[in-house]
């Protein structure tokens, strides 16, 4: 199984900074076809996941655009500029090159 | 408007096995593209996908749980049933079932359900 680890854990920040969360996987996730089969959910609390980015960088349908994604192959990046109270929960990243698709530990973003 | 919602038991007991269903609207799983993944989330921990099952009936499961998995569907109903066998302590956790739809370009889970949790205890 293809093995996902996101960096930090834990990120504490303050409303308007940016933020940066790290998804590295153990295989490449660049497909022949040019796209990179890694996605990013966010969970906020008591609600179910929902859909930040998918195929990499593509933002998903209603996302504010200061959500970003980037990175190809086995490093990935979210960036959140403007960090805003309603952005805090749990940020996973998932591959879905292959099954069994697998999910980071997740990343508890907190407002400072 | 596409919805998607688990309904099962909230308590089974050890070895018992659990069935969980996924009614779903707003698409056909007969349509090329449509997938429906049933995921996990022990409470406090991280997520964990299960298993898929596709428009043309393909399945895919969980490496450490396919031998205690079966996932199934009935498109006229729009409903997708999971079963988990012998059930743990463990296995307590809230089960999600999503939506997710494309050939090659694959769009993600677009869909989820609110989530049903199931205890495992005696």
């Known amino acids: 199984d293809i093995v996902m680890t996101q960096s930090p854990l834990s990120l504490p920040v303050t409303p308007g900074e940016s933020a940066s969360i790290s998804c590295k996987s153990s295989?490449?996730?660049?497909?022949?076809?040019?796209?990179?089969?890694l996605d990013w959910y966010l969970q906020k609390p008591g609600q179910s996941p929902q859909l930040l980015i998918y195929?990499?960088?593509s933002r998903a349908s209603g996302v504010p655009d200061r959500f970003s994604g980037s990175g190809s192959g086995t490093d990935f990046t979210l960036k959140i500029s403007r960090v805003e109270a309603e952005d805090v929960g749990v940020y996973y990243c998932?591959?879905?090159?292959?099954?069994?698709?697998?999910f980071g530990q997740g990343t508890k973003l907190e407002i400072k | 408007q596409v919805t998607l919602k688990e309904s099962g038991p909230a308590l089974v007991k050890p070895t018992q096995t659990l069935t969980l269903t996924c009614t779903f609207s707003g698409f056909s799983l007969s349509t090329t593209g449509m997938r429906v993944s049933w995921i996990r989330q022990p409470p406090g921990k991280a997520l964990e996908w299960l298993a898929r099952?596709?428009?043309?009936?393909?399945?895919f499961y969980s490496t450490s749980l396919r031998t205690r998995l079966t996932i199934s569907k009935d498109s006229s109903k729009n409903q997708v049933v999971l079963t988990m066998t012998n059930m743990d302590p463990v296995d307590t956790a809230t089960y999600y079932c999503?939506?997710?739809?494309?050939?090659?370009?694959?769009?993600?889970?677009?869909?989820w359900g609110q989530g049903t949790l199931v205890t495992v205890s005696s």
């Open positions: 999503a939506r997710m739809k494309g050939v090659g370009r694959l769009g993600g889970f677009d869909f």
């Open positions: 998932m591959q879905v090159l292959r099954t069994p698709y697998i």
């Open positions: 099952i596709d428009w043309d009936d393909e399945k």
């Open positions: 195929l990499g960088s």
């Open positions: 295989q490449s996730l660049l497909f022949s076809n040019g796209y990179n089969y």
